[in-house]
T-cell receptor, first 112, second 115 residues
């Protein structure tokens, strides 16, 4: 079945350092979504990428969708303590419809 | 407007008891999802409702788990004869439905502890 994997599982960074999480799907995706879950909170939608090779930015966050639409990345420039949380990618389940298959998440910890 | 709400926020129950968890989706969202999240883990899909269609129950871990959605709105997840391994946060999400893939709006979750 479809698998969505994320690496790394955990990442400790010093405040001000950059951070990247990678998402890989076993199948081609029509789109990919990213969510952030703060400690003790619930996942909150960040962005959706649809086009091959698409790059989108939200302030210090840069999201990229691979040319083959099987992988994606989230890069945070100059991390801040407010970036702490778990970042999940998600692709359409069996590449169809509303259901999502979530990656295992990357937990980011930022040392001030 | 109001987001997804869930109740109770916390539930402690004894092993073997039944529990009901409630989800109120965003008004107008016809798609509703239940997930389970164990401590420090990812999101485990449980069940998906879309309008009046038969729900996708492929993620339910055992026949002790069931869910209903009445009137296309409120949903209840029921766990019968709870076990300690059922302890987790149960998250509900809702979304619009259409030809694309829509963002999911999550509720705050119900933290279930089975003693």
């Amino acid at each position: 079945g479809q698998q969505v994997m994320q690496i790394p599982q955990y990442q400790h960074v010093q405040e001000g350092e950059d951070f990247t999480t990678y998402c890989n799907s076993s199948t081609t995706l029509s789109n990919i979504q990213w969510y952030k879950q703060r400690p003790g909170g619930h996942p909150v939608f960040l962005i959706q990428l649809v086009k091959s090779g698409e790059v989108k930015k939200q302030k210090r966050l840069t999201f990229q969708f691979g040319e083959a639409k099987k992988n994606s990345s989230l890069h945070i420039t100059a991390t801040q303590t407010t970036d702490v949380g778990t970042y999940f990618c998600a692709g359409p389940h069996n590449n169809a419809g509303n259901m999502l298959t979530f990656g295992g998440g990357t937990r980011l910890m930022v040392k001030p | 407007g109001a987001g997804v709400s869930q109740s109770p926020s916390n539930k402690v129950t004894e092993k073997g008891k039944d529990v009901e968890l409630r989800c109120d989706p965003i008004s107008g969202h016809t798609a509703l999802y239940w997930y389970r999240q164990s401590l420090g883990q990812g999101l485990e899909f449980l069940i998906y409702f879309q309008g009046n269609s038969a729900p996708d129950k492929s993620g339910l871990p055992s026949d002790r788990f069931s869910a209903e959605r009445t009137g296309g709105s409120v949903s209840t997840l029921t766990i019968q004869r709870t076990q300690q391994e059922d302890s987790a946060v149960y998250l509900c999400a809702s979304s619009l439905f259409g030809t694309g893939t829509y963002e999911q709006y999550f509720g705050p979750g119900t933290r279930l502890t089975v003693t």
